[in-house]
């Protein structure tokens, strides 16, 4: 999945590792900090609905910012170039936009504790079961590969051996969610996010100055590679070929709607962290936040990427060299001193953890109220469900430490990642959509559009791509075509099952239709929430322009 070149050791020295013990020190120290906020099951598995808004906005975006992401697109950016920034400005603003204006509402208004539960509700509980079913499993799946792929960074960069990696980070991962729940997550996430910017930025500066700065950077890499490869845009037309494999409709169907939209705004992983927030004004303003740093992040992701090909134009050339997955280990290896380096290092570490940690307390809260205590131990104590989540956070990281080697037959970490998406997101996406918008859709067509979507992108997948009955130039292209059969199918299947089955009572579905309204949603905001700047439609509309125009010079 990860294969890190030889002779990628760095000189680390006692400066860099005192500064990743005294992150592992700060860390236990929050997880401590945490546990005496933590007194109901409500406290550990949604911080009690009491964190603001801006420390659940960057938790939500730091969630997202593992190092699966940062060393999967600093090397989507060495091979695929200016291309990679679609996951950003099409594949992610537009959807954290709509889920906080138009979803999260919903959501919060209804007081449920997953998404799973809004299915519950909604559909009834053969959807909520197969939903909470494909939460759980996707979640130690995504939060394996952060595991396994740290273990190998570590292994290449510092020497660990592989299981001592696995078991330091499961170990600090397991102690501070068992011990502060999702508080002591969501502001380790914080934490984890500037210490993942400490090390991207001075990496991203001095690479820069490294190459001759931007101009040097796009002089040297367009008489390489051409003149499309510092554009977002051309060669995607039909028929057109480029490195991506991937056209403008496949790119914006495939990833800017039905990939993006059936992330973030069904992946309990990120919507946890809205959910936590103190009202319904923070958790709407929660993943529009996180949309501003998340636009700015190519700067110090992509960018790298793109200094590593100037850098070593041997990258990726050769199965026996430096792969595009080298990218930030080398830059990290050519470029800093000793101290910075440590940052770099913690840096890394900080933001396999913050991938894992994000996943972990998603699992643990899907499967103790959505399975356990749902269907398995009915009407416990409060204090029974509360120790169940701590045993069920063990028992997530060591099957995340198992699940972690399915991933090795990916030979790129982002396409093993977006084939999972594919999979299991999208289909939910279609559920929640329909269901949200079609007041008539019934429950019986929330399980099998469910179903038949998920099982309709494995069958493209494993069966018309992998088996060559259709021909797709790449995986990452594979994915979007995937994303959208799993749409379609969904869809389709729904309509038809809804014309031919009964609608659930109007009056059961206030608050989870639109155009219908909850108790919830009639929260008042709190003193300063009406403020102009806090407005959720002038957050989601600025992230939107502004994404837009970052576009403009990479449109020509």
Known sequence: MITLAE????????????ILALYFVVVLGIGFAARRSVRTSLDFFLSGRSLPAWVTGLAFVAANLGAT????MAANGAQYGAYTVHWYWIGAIPAMVFLGLVMMPFYYGSKVRSVPEFLLHRFGPSSHLLSSVIFAVSSVLIAGVNLYAMAIVLEALLGWPEWVAIVVAGFFVLAYITIGGLSSAIYNEVLQFFVILAALIPLTIVGLKRVGGWDGLTDSLTSSHGDAFLTAWKGTGIGEGNPL????????????????????????AEVQRALSAKNL????RTPLIAAFPKIFIPMVVVVPGLIALVMEPTLGKSKDGLQYNDAIPVLMRDLLPNGVLGIAVTGLLAAFMAGMAANVSSFNTVFTNDIWAAYLKKGREDAYYLKTGRVVTAVGVLIGMGTAFI???????????????SFFNVPLFVVFIIGMFWKRTSAAAGFWGLLSGTAAAMVNYFWLYKQGVISIPSDQGANFVSSIVAFVVGALVMFAVTLATRPKPAESLAGLVYGTRSPGMEELPAEGDDA????????????????????IPFSF
Not at 11 to 16: A, F, I, K, M
Not at 69 to 72: A, P
Not at 251 to 264: C, T
Not at 407 to 421: E, V
């Open 532 to 551: 102009w700047y806090r407005k959720p439609a002038l957050l989601g509309w600025g992230a939107i322009v502004l994404a837009a125009v970052c576009y």
């Open 245 to 268: 494999g991937a056209n403008w409709l496949t790119i914006v169907l495939g990833l800017g709607f039905v990939m993006s939209f059936g992330y973030w705004t069904t992946n309990f």
């Open 407 to 421: 991933a090795a037959s990916f030979s790129n970490i982002m396409n093993y990642l977006q084939t999972l998406f």
């Open 7 to 18: 002779g990628l050791r760095l000189p680390t020295n006692g400066l860099d590792y005192t």
């Open 281 to 284: 004004s923070a958790a709407r």
């Open 69 to 72: 992401e940062i060393l999967g």
